[in-house]
């Protein structure tokens, strides 16, 4: 690809682009088959909260429709890294293909840590935050089918897709886009960054922007470290040297 014309990169990247939207549009389809199991397992975690209500006659079908949403992301995140993948693969060195290659799984399952997490743990806080002020007014809670999970999708997508940082910045790091010591140079801005996110996919309740934040944090602080031992086998291999400033990389 190295050697292919503007439009030839482009016909490559229009040919991974309609890929990966197949992919997603096939694990929809699968999503929406067992949308069914997934929703009653989601509405199994609600008995205390009382019935469920639907307020409009689409909000049954939008639900199982963000559900195979929901589904068809988690499948096609490591499918479409894949593709992304081969299209700058030819760019890249063998050594950087394979360990590249290699942490296309992690994906997935760094995105299903952070569903889980905001399921289990930020999403309950959440309910019981707001069901405070509900006591408080002394009215009758009548839940939204629709409004339910689209809070609770709200919380989770967001989260999930946070989850993703090491693999990025693993993958930057690769590049040579960027490098440990810029993410070291941007550790008070991301973290300052990381609390805005928190505090925006969050109530505002201190005890759980604080729940969200510090394993939002340690992900940045992993992001680092994956990013120092790309960064220190890629001077090992004299792909990257060292001037007098340490802050000062130069790419070979």
């Known amino acids: 690809m190295t050697n292919m ?4 990169h482009l016909s490559e990247l229009r040919k991974r682009i309609i ?6 549009v096939l694990s929809f389809v699968i999503g929406f088959l067992v949308s069914d199991n997934i929703v009653q397992f989601l509405k199994g975690d609600i008995d205390g909260l009382g019935s469920l209500n639907v307020f ?7 639900i199982y429709m963000k559900v ?10 490591p499918f479409a890294i894949y593709q992304l993948w081969k299209f700058f693969s030819p760019g890249l060195t063998e050594r950087e293909r394979k360990t590249i290659f290699m942490y296309i799984p992690i994906a997935p399952i760094l995105l299903m840590m952070g569903v889980l997490f905001a399921y289990y743990v930020v999403f309950p806080m959440m309910i019981k935050f707001m069901l405070k002020f509900t006591d408080l007014l002394g009215v009758n809670e009548v ?14 997508l967001p989260v999930g897709l946070l989850f993703e940082l090491p693999v990025l910045i693993f993958i930057l790091t690769h590049l040579q886009i960027i490098t440990p010591n810029t993410l070291k140079k941007i550790r008070k801005y991301a973290y300052l960054i990381l609390v805005i996110v928190a505090s925006l996919i969050t109530p505002p309740d201190l005890v ?10 340690l992900l940045f602080e992993l992001s680092i470290i994956f990013s120092e031992l790309v960064f220190k086998k890629q001077i090992e291999n004299n792909e990257i040297y060292y001037q007098e400033d340490p802050n000062k990389q130069k790419t070979l």
């Open 143 to 156: 839940f939204g089918l629709s409004e339910y999970f689209t809070l609770m999708f709200n919380i989770v």
């Open 68 to 77: 195979s949403f929901l589904f068809s992301l988690v499948l096609t995140l």
């Open 208 to 217: 759980t922007n604080i729940l969200v934040s510090i394993p939002l944090f």
């Open 19 to 24: 890929y990966i939207t197949l992919f997603f």
């Open 5 to 8: 014309t503007l439009e030839g």
């Open 56 to 62: 409009n006659p689409s909000s049954a079908i939008m």
